[in-house]
């Protein structure tokens, strides 16, 4: 009696199995989300995310030359107006759309041992915020042959030099870090020693590096 309810309950079941596959057939002909009603399909969304993602970048792209072309400041000359404002070391300079406008940040290690971080404008050049920031805690130029100031002129050939900065992550010395962008709108980045001043182009990042801390998966 038992074998006889067992069989019948399988029965049943792949009865219902079948009966839901037939409607999940029937379904994905047919339903609104389907690629013949006009949703796109997966392979579709792959190729518009994409296509948005290259928008994306190309927009960036041009918004950074826009950027370094009304930047009536160049990096060395924001470097020693920072320097005048907190006398010291700069350790890292980015230019920035903010909102006071076009800027550019400024961390200096001032002789005073602490961290500073400067905004300047990019037009004028005048000092419009400066304060001491608790959490800075970069790597130490001290003993540096080669200031900021002298790396973005090392890297000016490049292009249009748009951040420095003293960086030593994954790597077993410090070397400045220097991003330009030219008149096409190609962002190159450059490392520069900051003993010798020799100018070395930057290894290729996947993009997992900066997903993952610059581990692979």
């Not at 292009?159 to 008149?183: F, I, M």
Request: hydrophobic fraction near 40%; glycine fraction near 8%; charge should be negative.
């Amino acid at each position: 009696m038992k074998r006889h309810i067992v069989i019948a309950t399988a029965a049943a079941a792949a009865l219902i199995a079948g009966g839901a596959a037939t409607a999940v057939a029937v379904n994905s002909a047919d339903a609104p989300g389907s690629a013949r009603s006009g949703v796109r399909s997966t392979a579709q969304l792959a190729a518009h995310d994409d296509q948005g993602r290259d928008d994306r970048d190309d927009d960036h792209g041009q918004e950074d030359i826009r950027e370094a072309h009304a930047a009536k400041v160049a990096a060395p000359a924001a470097a020693a107006t920072a320097l005048k404002a907190v006398p010291g070391t700069v350790t890292g300079l980015d230019l920035d759309r903010d909102r006071p406008g076009l800027v550019w940040d400024a961390d200096v290690l001032g002789k005073d041992g602490r961290w500073h971080e400067i905004t300047l404008d990019a037009v004028n050049g005048r000092v419009l915020n400066q304060h001491i920031d608790h959490e800075d805690d970069g790597p130490n130029p001290k003993g540096a042959k080669v200031d900021a100031a002298a790396a973005a002129r090392i890297a000016a050939g490049h292009g249009t030099v748009t951040s420095v900065d003293l960086d030593d992550d994954h790597r077993a010395k410090a070397l400045w870090e220097v991003e330009t962008v030219t008149k096409d709108a190609k962002e190159h980045k450059v490392l520069v020693d900051p003993q010798s001043g020799k100018l070395t182009v930057a290894p290729a990042r996947d993009a997992d590096d900066d997903d993952n801390g610059g581990t692979d998966d």
